[in-house]
């Protein structure tokens, strides 16, 4: 990669990644706006501990499956690597930008969009990293929702990043309830190519 390309850090427990998650990185793709997605499953979320998750390894197993022969779709093991306790963002993407080259951006969807001044130094990720947000369904974020928390120029640059187009919504709750019914890993993955074949994401 060059040192003008974007790699956009596409964060999250991935328990299990979806076909909504690989539609959100094609979108962020197709985009423009970023020459390559990096998923990055979490190894210790901080808003997520205590909860009962996959195995780190399983995780990536699956996201690795899931993202097989896509273009311009990569896995980081990162955070297993740094094992940070717990988790921030933040110092996930500062030690990433020492070994990727180019520029990160951090590819995330409305609903964190809606609570990222909550986030671990938010303001400081904001002011060093683009931010996209893909659109969903139950979390339309506005410039006047945003005014609460940021500054103009904070808001205009979240705003800027905003994704346009259709984003297949389900959620990796929905995928773990048809996995608890027989339903197996291989199925969702035929699920998901009919999906992204038919442009339903």
Not at 7 to 35: I, M
Not at 146 to 154: I, T
Not at 181 to 201: F, P, Q, R
Request: with cysteine; aromatic share 8%.
């Amino acid at each position: 990669m060059s040192e003008n390309q974007v790699t956009a850090f596409f964060g999250g427990s991935f328990d299990p990644p979806h076909p909504g998650h690989l539609g959100v990185a094609q979108g962020a793709l197709n985009s423009g706006r970023c020459d390559r997605v990096l998923w990055v499953p979490a190894y210790l979320p901080p808003h997520k501990v205590g909860k009962e998750r996959a195995p780190f390894e399983v995780r990536c197993s699956m996201v690795r499956d899931l993202i097989s022969g896509a273009a311009g779709m990569e896995l980081s093991d990162i955070e297993q690597q740094l094992a940070l306790e717990p988790s921030y963002t933040i110092s996930v993407m500062e030690e990433l930008a020492k070994r990727v080259p180019g520029r990160l951006a951090l590819l995330i969807g409305s609903d964190s969009l809606a609570q990222l001044h909550t986030w671990h130094r938010a303001h400081e990720l904001v002011a060093r990293y683009e931010i996209l947000s893909y659109p969903r369904k139950e979390a339309c974020v506005t410039e006047e929702y945003l005014a609460q928390f940021w500054s103009k120029e904070e808001c205009l640059k979240l705003l800027s990043g905003v994704l346009d187009g259709k984003f297949f919504e389900i959620s990796s709750t929905d995928i773990r309830k048809k996995m608890e019914k027989n339903a197996k890993w291989s199925d969702i993955k035929k699920l998901t190519n009919i999906l992204m074949k038919n442009g339903e994401y």
